[in-house]
T-cell receptor, first 113, second 112 residues
Framework: QKEVEQNSGPLSVPEGAIASLNCTYS??????FFWYRQYSGKSPELIMS????GDKEDGRFTAQLNKASQYVSLLIRDSQPSDSATYLC?????????????FGTGTQLKVEL | KAGVTQTPRYLIKTRGQQVTLSCSPI?????VSWYQQTPGQGLQFLFE???????NKGNFPGRFSGRQFSNSRSEMNVSTLELGDSALYLC???????????FGPGTRLTVL
């Protein structure tokens, strides 16, 4: 079982629709969860952090966390063509006295006009 | 605040050579992590440094090493380069106790 699993996509949604990105993780020691957006040829950019169960909203983005189900998701409302990118889920764990992010392989999102 | 900087941005080396990559963190960030990104394996954790000490290490051979200086700048070194080392090398820095990591632009390494 992979540590972090995401559908690779591509996930295609029309402009203005809601895009739903999902992620499951295996390490129950994960305490914080991050979503990164990566455009082709660029480095990952942090877009959302979530630390406790429930929903967290920031602008058009909503992150949802369910630690019991080991599941975290990202909703993007009113999707725009500029949202077309790969979205990486990254649970954080404290290990060996330090920090570690384990990344999923990412979901490619395409927002179509 | 200035972001994370990495140098060089692009590098071409031949098999058997060694390479040193540099990362300057955001001011105040003392945690520096290094990742390797390839199309086949995705983003993989190499190691993390904090206050000049390696706190965490990923599953990479000993050819991959790093260090951190007193000003939190970090370098990673890859010796005896192999073709499979061709990748985008990313560093990410964080301000503890928050664990959000911010990435630099990366160094694109090509091994011929």
């Amino acid at each position: 079982q992979k540590e972090v699993e995401q559908n690779s996509g591509p996930l295609s949604v029309p402009e203005g629709a809601i895009a739903s990105l999902n992620c499951t993780y295996s390490d129950r020691g994960s305490q914080s969860f991050f979503w990164y957006r990566q455009y082709s040829g660029k480095s990952p950019e942090l877009i959302m952090s979530i630390y406790s169960n429930g929903d967290k909203e920031d602008g058009r983005f909503t992150a949802q966390l369910n630690k019991a189900s080991q599941y975290v998701s990202l909703l993007i409302r009113d999707s725009q063509p500029s949202d077309s990118a790969t979205y990486l889920c990254a649970p954080h764990i404290l290990t060996g006295g330090g920090n570690k992010l384990t990344f999923g392989t990412g979901t490619q999102l395409k927002v179509e006009l | 605040k200035a972001g994370v900087t990495q140098t060089p941005r692009y590098l071409i080396k031949t098999r058997g050579q060694q390479v040193t990559l540099s990362c300057s963190p955001i001011s105040g960030h003392r945690s520096v992590s290094w990742y390797q990104q390839t199309p086949g394996q995705g983003l993989q954790f190499l190691f993390e440094y904090f206050s000049e000490t390696q706190r965490n290490k990923g599953n990479f051979p000993g050819r991959f090493s790093g260090r951190q200086f007193s000003n939190s700048r970090s370098e990673m070194n890859v010796s005896t380069l192999e073709l499979g080392d061709s990748a985008l090398y990313l560093c990410a820095t964080a301000y503890e106790p928050r664990y959000e990591q911010f990435f630099g632009p990366g160094t694109r390494l090509t091994v011929l």
